[in-house]
């Protein structure tokens, strides 16, 4: 266990939140180069598309709290997947209001093609620890989620 000290000075290289942001960045734009190049999709897009390929019919409150991200953001991508027609945007029968989101058929096509490639991607980076290591990855990401959410 690493005990720290506190100290006027932020070694931002051991912050933990620096240190999975930093991490959570560089995995990010290893996969966009994957799928950004091939299908012309940016991270903020795909982010959204992936929700939906799991879950369909959300609104666009629910898929940005589900991506964690930014309303803006998540409205700028849902924009672009709908302009290049990979998003369709309905309304709900019980409230007009409400915006249904889904993959239209292109959107689930190119959802079909880029979900092996992001899970080699995964495959390939999880193979470099054991899998106990991984085991234990699970569970610390799982307390540490849990902790963070209890707040919200």
Do not use: C
């Not at 490639?117 to 995964?122: G, I, K, L, R, S």
């Amino acid at each position: 266990m690493v005990t720290k000290t506190k100290s006027s000075n932020l070694l931002l290289e051991e912050f933990l939140p620096y240190r999975l942001s930093y991490l959570t960045n560089k995995i990010s734009q290893a996969l966009s180069q994957l799928y950004t190049d091939k299908f012309g999709i940016g991270h903020a897009q795909w982010r959204v598309m992936a929700v939906l390929g799991r879950f369909s019919g959300l609104s666009a409150a629910v898929v940005a709290e589900k991506t964690a991200m930014d309303k803006v953001a998540v409205s700028r991508a849902i924009n672009s997947l709908i302009k290049n027609e990979l998003l369709l945007r309905t309304f709900a029968d019980d409230d007009k209001r409400r915006s249904e989101l889904s993959l239209s058929k292109k959107g689930r096509d190119t959802y079909d093609k880029i979900v092996p490639m992001v899970q080699d991607y995964e495959r390939d980076l999880l193979e470099t620890l054991s899998q106990s290591e991984q085991d234990n990855l699970d569970k610390i990401l799982r307390r540490l989620t849990s902790y963070v959410d209890k707040d919200q």
